[in-house]
């Protein structure tokens, strides 16, 4: 064999275990899900444990548990010890449940049956342009979740892992000074608002959702020290949005949705802004091209689950212009998110 023959078949061996390893993305995916269900980063947290003791803890079978943190632990989520005992790595610590910005409740969601099976169904989104989650559940995701309340505990804590790493970055990254009252539209419980009037004392603002007067929300108001200057105001943005503001915020709405549906959105808050004031969009910005960016993969999701999709530049000017605003700036932040300035014309 010649040296460039050899050399062709070692590329070719590594281009082929590079795709192996793309192919069996989804069992990793259960191995996260999993330890992240069974707590094993919380019970390893004061220092390294034997899979006997771990086994016992979480009422598992010890071999087969062993097997699954060892698979881990090639990844570099845990690390197994020479004398049997699996520790935390920097990895494995984002999966503990109570530190800032944890992502076990993340893993949990994508992990769980209801989820991975319209991830499963991926071909009939591909053919159809349809979420695949009605086609698996018989329902949309926002019905099921309505219907299921475990489920939509792990939905609203994977929300939480995300926004743990989101806040900071978008208040940090537009100056909200000037203005003086801000409705944040499909706000949830609130943390974003909390964070931007705890930024800036002088603001004032109201959080507008199906789910916004609840008890999660007023304990995160009442953390931040912000509840006097916060209201809470339940309602359909598809129907209607308080006025009276000079900015409005949608904070990861618009992608849980078709163009259509995200038009509608924008010209239910176009009729409330009465021609006057900005319209702040906080989402990811997919890049052109073949640049590598987790939106695209995101993107993917958004197509099983909510029939939604993440947006190009181009993208948002269309239905911003069709919701009858104009794309002014995008700027940019230490996150995956961008925040989108448009003008109502």
């Known amino acids: 064999m010649t040296e460039k023959n050899c050399s062709e078949d070692i590329k070719q061996t590594s281009q082929e275990m ?48 062993y097997r699954l943190l060892r698979a881990l632990a090639s990844l570099e989520i845990f690390c197994e010890n020479g004398d049997g005992c699996f520790q935390l790595t920097p990895l494995a610590e984002n999966l503990q449940t109570a530190i800032p910005g944890s992502l076990a409740g993340y893993a949990i969601m994508v992990g769980e049956p209801w989820s991975w099976r319209a991830e499963g169904e991926l071909l009939y989104s591909v053919k159809t342009g349809k979420p695949a989650f009605a086609h698996a559940h018989g329902m949309n995701v926002h019905e099921y979740l309505a219907k299921d309340a ?10 939480t892992s995300f926004s743990g790493h989101e806040l900071a970055p978008v208040v940090n990254a537009y100056d909200f000074s000037q203005f003086k009252t801000i409705i944040d539209v499909g706000g949830g419980h609130g943390a974003l608002l ?3 009037l705890e930024t800036y004392p002088e603001l004032s603002g109201k959080v507008y959702d199906l789910r916004a007067v609840d008890q999660a929300a007023r304990t ?65 910005v997919i890049p052109p091209g073949n640049e590598p960016d987790f939106g695209k993969l995101v993107d993917i999701s958004m197509l099983t689950l909510a029939g939604g999709l993440e947006r190009s530049r181009s993208e948002f000017e269309s239905i911003l212009d069709r919701g009858g605003f104009a794309l002014s700036d995008i700027i940019p932040t230490q996150c995956p998110l961008d925040i989108i300035e448009a003008r109502p014309v």
Not at 19 to 43: E, P
Not at 47 to 60: I, M, S, T
Not at 150 to 159: G, I, L, P, S, V
Request: glycine share 6%.
């Open 220 to 284: 995160i108001l009442d953390k931040q020290g912000v509840t006097k200057r916060c209201e809470l105001i339940n309602g359909d943005f598809f129907q209607s949005v308080p006025g009276g503001a000079d900015a409005y915020i949608l904070k990861r709405v618009l992608h849980d949705w078709d163009d259509d549906q995200a038009v509608a959105i924008l010209k239910v808050c176009h009729k409330a802004m009465e021609g006057s004031g900005r319209l702040l969009i906080i989402e990811r």
């Open 18 to 65: 590079k795709l192996m390893h793309m192919i069996h993305g989804s069992r990793v995916t259960q191995l996260i899900y999993v330890a992240a269900k069974l707590k094993i980063a919380d019970l390893l947290k004061d220092g390294p444990k034997n899979c006997e003791e771990l086994a016992r803890a979480v009422d598992a079978h010890p071999r087969a548990l």
């Open 150 to 159: 475990q489920a939509a505990k792990h939905f609203n804590e994977a929300m």
């Open 194 to 196: 909390a964070e931007i």
